[in-house]
């Protein structure tokens, strides 16, 4: 099903890079300007266009909210609120407080932790539910102290949303749902409508319309990441069983066809098994049809020198999911540099953390993971700096500042310090 292929034959760079450049940005511009123009009006269109649904409001109401609680099969709703329990465990670890330096004699300076005010929050539809994502997105932002949280999420034709999505939102807090999807969601909580709120952060997954979107509205207001299709990168051993590890594969590959799941390996025996698994376990699955084509076109096998030798491609490739399926996990560990998240051993498949553990799921993709982090509490507060000097803490070193400002140029910066401990005679004062 995969070709197998070895490790010096291939340009992990390539892998790394594989989202091809956009050429949608046009389409979303255009999207953009017409909800920064025409608000409400303009989403009740798209959703007619791309939903096929004809809203006659776009807020759920919290009876719809109610309603689609009550519908929820009651095992799930228990799941999903020790989801929830144990994603906010996890995440109050994240929670930092400000500080302050008082060590020199009238000088006090420190840095505040402040709460945004407004999040948006967008939740995809499409092919498949994801409560999970309602999950991951707003208890971090919850437990950050933001005042308020909009969730944006895509209908059905009928203008309804699933009973699980609505029934995580009410799980986790959220305090408002509006019924719009795509970049038309973006442009709603970037530049607010007459319904939605303008918001200061938007963040979660979308198509490439709505990370493009995100990507064109960023600086008006904050974005999480510019995330692309999923991927799953595993290290195995000959201690992995080659069922789980193909179980593993396809559970990335059935997100869509643009996602990657790539093993390494320098066991041939366990290459070749994997292969035939994937072959086995494929065409059980309901959704075997993307699975297939994402791992046509996506999937790699590759055959490396050594698991260290491996952790230094992955390195390079710095997948969103990494999990080493290796007897020793912890011992490959300390050398892996660039992942968004780790999974340790046989037992801890990526499904793990993309619903229950508490780790988040909402991680870079692409080789973002080189430079940035998974969503998590810090993402939803800013920092503010402060300071106060006393008379006789700023006299002692006004010069010093006068001096550097005057090396860069500036005398107005150096005369603002200097000026306080002059007494000039001014015509006026004669």
């Given at each position: 099903?995969?070709?197998?292929?070895?490790?010096?034959?291939?340009?992990?760079?390539?892998?790394?890079?594989?989202?091809?450049?956009?050429?949608?940005?046009?389409?979303?511009?255009?999207?953009?300007?017409?909800?920064?123009?025409?608000?409400?009006?303009?989403?009740?269109?798209?959703?007619?266009?791309?939903?096929?649904?004809?809203?006659?409001?776009?807020?759920?109401?919290?009876?719809?909210?109610?309603?689609?609680?009550?519908?929820?099969?009651?095992?799930?709703?228990?799941?999903?609120?020790?989801?929830?329990?144990?994603?906010?465990?996890?995440?109050?670890?994240?929670?930092?407080?400000?500080?302050?330096?008082?060590?020199?004699?009238?000088?006090?300076?420190?840095?505040?932790?402040?709460?945004?005010?407004?999040?948006?929050?967008?939740?995809?539809?499409?092919?498949?539910?994801?409560?999970?994502?309602?999950?991951?997105?707003?208890?971090?932002?919850?437990?950050?102290?933001?005042?308020?949280?909009?969730?944006?999420?895509?209908?059905?034709?009928?203008?309804?949303?699933?009973?699980?999505?609505?029934?995580?939102?009410?799980?986790?807090?959220?305090?408002?749902?509006?019924?719009?999807?795509?970049?038309?969601?973006?442009?709603?909580?970037?530049?607010?409508?007459?319904?939605?709120?303008?918001?200061?952060?938007?963040?979660?997954?979308?198509?490439a319309y709505v990370a493009e979107a995100k990507r064109l509205v960023y600086g008006l207001v904050d974005i999480d990441m510019i995330a692309g299709p999923s991927e799953v990168l595993i290290i195995a051993d000959d201690s992995a069983n080659p069922a789980f590890v193909a179980a593993d594969m396809l559970a990335q590959a059935e997100h869509d066809v643009e996602a990657a799941s790539i093993l390494l390996t320098a066991s041939k025996k366990i290459a070749d098994a994997v292969n035939k698994e994937l072959k086995l376990q494929l065409t059980k699955l309901p959704r075997k049809e993307i699975a297939g084509q994402s791992l046509e076109k996506n999937g790699r096998i590759i055959l490396v020198e050594s698991l260290e030798k491996a952790v230094e491609l992955s390195n390079i490739i710095a997948p969103e999911h990494l999990?080493?399926?290796?007897?020793?996990?912890?011992?490959?560990?300390?050398?892996?540099?660039?992942?968004?998240?780790?999974?340790?051993?046989?037992?801890?498949?990526?499904?793990?953390?993309?619903?229950?553990?508490?780790?988040?799921?909402?991680?870079?993709?692409?080789?973002?993971?080189?430079?940035?982090?998974?969503?998590?509490?810090?993402?939803?507060?800013?920092?503010?700096?402060?300071?106060?000097?006393?008379?006789?803490?700023?006299?002692?070193?006004?010069?010093?500042?006068?001096?550097?400002?005057?090396?860069?140029?500036?005398?107005?910066?150096?005369?603002?310090?200097?000026?306080?401990?002059?007494?000039?005679?001014?015509?006026?004062?004669?």
């Amino acid at each position: 099903m995969i070709k197998l292929l070895m490790a010096g034959d291939i340009d992990p760079q390539a892998i790394r890079d594989r989202q091809p450049a956009s050429k949608i940005g046009p389409a979303v511009e255009e999207i953009l300007g017409d909800v920064k123009k025409n608000g409400d009006e303009a989403l009740f269109r798209y959703a007619l266009r791309f939903d096929k649904a004809a809203l006659t409001n776009l807020e759920v109401t919290q009876e719809e909210i109610e309603a689609a609680v009550k519908k929820t099969d009651p095992e799930f709703m228990s799941v999903l609120k020790a989801a929830a329990k144990n994603i906010e465990a996890y995440h109050q670890h994240q929670k930092s407080n400000g500080f302050i330096v008082a060590d020199k004699p009238g000088i006090v300076m420190g840095q505040r932790v402040i709460p945004l005010d407004r999040v948006g929050i967008y939740i995809p539809g499409g092919t498949a539910s994801y409560p999970s994502t309602v999950l991951m997105n707003a208890i971090p932002a919850r437990l950050a102290g933001v005042k308020e949280i909009i969730m944006v999420t895509p209908t059905d034709k009928d203008g309804s949303i699933s009973p699980e999505r609505l029934a995580a939102a009410y799980v986790c807090g959220v305090n408002r749902i509006f019924k719009v999807g795509g970049a038309q969601a973006i442009a709603a909580l970037a530049y607010g409508t007459q319904t939605i709120p303008k918001v200061d952060k938007i963040v979660g997954p979308g198509n490439a319309y709505v990370a493009e979107a995100k990507r064109l509205v960023y600086g008006l207001v904050d974005i999480d990441m510019i995330a692309g299709p999923s991927e799953v990168l595993i290290i195995a051993d000959d201690s992995a069983n080659p069922a789980f590890v193909a179980a593993d594969m396809l559970a990335q590959a059935e997100h869509d066809v643009e996602a990657a799941s790539i093993l390494l390996t320098a066991s041939k025996k366990i290459a070749d098994a994997v292969n035939k698994e994937l072959k086995l376990q494929l065409t059980k699955l309901p959704r075997k049809e993307i699975a297939g084509q994402s791992l046509e076109k996506n999937g790699r096998i590759i055959l490396v020198e050594s698991l260290e030798k491996a952790v230094e491609l992955s390195n390079i490739i710095a997948p969103e999911h990494l999990e080493l399926c290796v007897e020793e996990p912890f011992a490959l560990l300390g050398i892996v540099r660039h992942a968004g998240s780790v999974f340790l051993g046989n037992y801890s498949p990526e499904a793990l953390g993309d619903y229950f553990a508490g780790p988040n799921h909402t991680l870079p993709t692409h080789g973002a993971a080189r430079f940035s982090s998974p969503l998590g509490v810090e993402a939803f507060v800013k920092k503010s700096s402060y300071l106060y000097y006393s008379k006789e803490a700023l006299e002692k070193v006004q010069a010093q500042v006068a001096l550097f400002a005057k090396k860069e140029g500036l005398t107005a910066h150096a005369n603002s310090a200097t000026i306080r401990f002059e007494n000039p005679t001014r015509e006026e004062d004669v």
